[in-house]
């Protein structure tokens, strides 16, 4: 079984953007998604989500990998 996602699922366009303005990029490009800021290195949960967006920055809120649904 597969999972099916709504709307825009990757952002590679972001990589190396402003973690912020990537995260109100993805909001306004996908409604059925929210997305969050997460500094690199942070434990998250491994469960996949169609419902969210995990931007991944460094230390100097630089997106540091392909913001995608999950």
Not at 4 to 16: D, F, T, V
Not at 28 to 57: H, Q, S
């Amino acid at each position: 079984m597969s999972i099916q996602c709504l709307g825009k699922s990757s952002w590679p366009e972001l990589l190396g953007a402003n973690g912020e303005e990537a995260v109100k990029k993805i909001d306004k490009e996908n409604p059925y998604v929210r997305a969050f800021v997460i500094l690199k290195g942070t434990i998250v949960t491994m469960d996949y989500r169609c419902d969210r967006v995990r931007v991944w920055i460094n230390k100097h809120g630089v997106v540091v990998e392909v913001p995608r649904i999950g």
